[in-house]
């Protein structure tokens, strides 16, 4: 896996390794959770964050992570490399060379704060409601010190 650059040629990909990887692992969201984010995540979210993704070595996207003010704002693998040290990959790039301190998980997620956990994230607080006001709490993250 080769960590790099993208651009908004490569949204679509991105967003099918978006949607791929929800279903897989956000089992707290019904499909038409799923189908209403989609046209959000592809035509506003990626536009606003710093994105690096994980191409394989043909090029192809198998994972993504965006960035903005020092926050990881979404990480997302596609399903058949998860367990693979692609996000892993993402995160420390994300941590090392895009000052990444903070990321916010679904509660509902276990695997994710497991996985941030592992990482050197700690959870420092807690909403009822994600950043739409829908009911999936979200734990706030941050990195430990010397993590």
């Given at each position: 896996m080769i960590i790099r650059d993208t651009s908004p040629a490569e949204f679509d990909a991105i967003t099918d390794v978006w949607e791929a990887s929800v279903r897989a692992t956000h089992h707290f969201l019904s499909a038409d959770d799923i189908v209403a984010l989609r046209p959000l995540v592809r035509g506003e979210f990626l536009g606003l964050v710093d994105l690096r993704v994980a191409a394989d070595g043909s090029d192809v996207v198998r994972g993504f992570a965006g960035v903005a003010d020092g926050k990881l704002e979404m990480l997302f693998v596609a399903p058949d490399v998860r367990g693979q040290g692609v996000g892993a990959a993402?995160?420390?790039h994300a941590v090392g060379c895009m000052g990444v301190e903070r990321v916010d998980v679904n509660e509902q997620n276990p695997?994710?704060?497991g996985f941030y956990e592992h990482m050197g994230f700690?959870?420092?607080g807690r909403t009822p409601v994600d950043g739409q006001g829908r009911p999936f709490p979200i734990l706030q993250m941050?990195?430990?010190?010397?993590?």
């Open positions: 993402l995160l420390r695997d994710a704060v700690e959870v420092v941050r990195l430990r010190a010397g993590g």
